[in-house]
């Protein structure tokens, strides 16, 4: 087996993390999200968003998981000030290749998000799911991440998606590898 590791990305990432994301969207939502939305995850101003976040800093992360040679999947998380001077600690995204999972990616990048969340000083995060997305909501439950009743839609451009938020321990302890 390759070595599997995971880094804090840098510019030379961008183009696998609009790879990593386009193609695990397309796998996963296909029929959630319309065509059109899917196509914008490859654009100019895509390229642009993913490299102004790999270059952010502060409490601004985003990690990959690579397997040998290959980047396999990415993690982003912030760490911002909310109301009242309460912290937040969100997981926006965390995407490991349909081919590539299972092996241990997915924990591995939500444990890296995590330490620098607690870096912060936090200790609860949360993260946004598709609703019928259940593969990422047993992923995140293995962490011990449960909904929190709070819900969203997303705009796809067709209709609102519904999004669930999950909040757990930032202390993981996942049970089986993901």
């Not at 959630?32 to 196509?39: D, G, I, N, R």
């Not at 999947?73 to 081919?99: D, K, M």
């Not at 946004?128 to 819900?151: L, Q």
């Amino acid at each position: 087996m390759a070595l599997a590791t995971v880094r804090r990305a840098v510019d030379a990432d961008v183009d696998a993390l609009l790879r990593i994301q386009s193609d695990t969207w397309r796998a996963a939502y296909a029929e959630l999200v319309p065509a059109e939305a899917l196509a914008q995850l490859t654009t100019p101003a895509a390229r642009e968003a993913w490299r102004a976040a790999v270059g952010a800093g502060g409490g601004h992360h985003v990690f990959v998981a690579v397997e040998g040679e290959w980047t396999v999947g990415f993690c982003a998380v912030a760490h911002y000030g909310g109301e009242n001077g309460a912290a937040i600690a969100e997981v926006s995204t965390l995407l490991v290749e349909p081919r590539w999972g299972r092996r241990g990616h997915g924990g591995r990048l939500l444990a890296a998000a995590a330490d620098a969340l607690r870096g912060h000083g936090a200790e609860m995060g949360w993260a946004w799911v598709p609703e019928a997305d259940a593969v990422s909501r047993a992923f995140y439950g293995h962490a011990g991440w449960e909904a929190d009743g709070a819900v969203r839609g997303l705009d796809t451009g067709a209709g609102l998606l519904r999004e669930v938020r999950l909040s757990g321990p930032l202390d993981l302890r996942l049970r089986e590898p993901h």
